[in-house]
């Protein structure tokens, strides 16, 4: 069962980006390019780089970001892949290197939530753009408001699937729950990861985007 939800989660991850590429971008004219996949992979890279304005405090950061990004890497690899294509559950090596490397998401995970919880705070703005959205007022047609508004809300989600994320295997280590715990703990890691990747992907899609702003 959890390989074809894992599966259906992927195909929704995919077709709304898609969606929001057609949807958001700009008409090329006839005859012109308009995609170019060596231009959006060098794009791409330029993401890793630390730009010259960034502060002590912005590359900090940056680097915790892209540490955790490693992470969310390794981790979604090595916790879908047995799932995905071996049809098995982790053990063994891959389960080794997924423990390590979540202690270390974990960290990375928390130090975010303290240096993003300010930039992401709703404003007046988004509650105006929320507000024209079933209005249809000024505020719906202002220029990239949503924009930024969904990263902030999706950040906020991937706060809250880590709770359970990492709380059901924390809670799993100590002696004083049993067998019938340890299943249903396995479930809740299992389901609320596949929510953290979703939201996951989006969000750094939704950087990207802005990013490019």
Known sequence: MFRYITIAGLVLVIAIIATHRIVASPRKPKGKQSYN????LVYLLTLLLLPQRLGFFGRIRKLLYLLALLCFIILAVTGFYPALVLNQR?????LMI?????????????LLALMWADLCRFDKFDLKWITGLFCHTEEYQAKNTHTRLF???IFWLILIAALPLILS???SMFPMFGTEWQILSAGIHRYSALAFAVLAVLHIYM???????
């Open 37 to 40: 996949p060596l231009r959006a």
């Open 90 to 94: 982790l053990s063994g090596y891959l």
């Open 98 to 110: 997924h423990v390590t490397a979540g202690g270390v998401f974990a960290a990375c995970l928390a």
């Open 151 to 153: 990263p902030k809300l």
């Open 169 to 171: 295997v924390v809670l």
């Open 207 to 213: 950087l990207a985007i802005l990013s490019r702003e």
